[in-house]
Nanobody, 124 residues
Framework: QVQLVESGGGLVQAGGSLRLSCAAS????????MGWFRQAPGKERELVAA????????YYADSLKGRFTISRDNAKNTVYLQMNSLKPEDTAVYYC?????????????????WGQGTQVTVSS
């Protein structure tokens, strides 16, 4: 029902910025809450940010507030994650996810569709 394709990952120096994009296709994108997760080697997948279907409600991990911004453009079927002031500990594979609800969840099991992931590497 919803297919997700991520882009924008890469190598960046500490203090730099990247913007990740998630292009969605399907019948119900505008009604789906979206989330960005990340997973570093040997660590559990964690929620970075989430956004409701309208874009008016957002969630951020406490350690990332003020550095990361999630947004969506339903007319373009795209979700973004702007990452500023990047740190080496931000290095991970970042995944875009969608759930068939208008409000987001903080639990990865409650998301129904996933992108392939995009690697973000921050050098010191």
């Amino acid at each position: 029902q919803v297919q997700l394709v991520e882009s924008g990952g890469g190598l960046v120096q500490a203090g730099g910025s990247l913007r990740l994009s998630c292009a969605a296709s399907g019948r119900s994108f505008s009604s789906a809450a979206m989330g960005w997760f990340r997973q570093a080697p040997g660590k559990e997948r964690e929620l970075v940010a989430a956004i409701s279907w309208s874009g008016r409600n957002t969630y951020y991990a406490d350690s990332l507030k003020g550095r990361f911004t999630i947004s969506r453009d339903n007319a373009k079927n795209t979700v973004y994650l702007q990452m500023n002031s990047l740190k080496p500990e931000d290095t991970a594979v970042y995944y875009c996810a969608a759930r068939g609800e208008r409000y987001y969840s903080t639990e990865h099991r409650e998301y129904d569709y996933w992108g392939q992931g995009t690697q973000v590497t921050v050098s010191s």
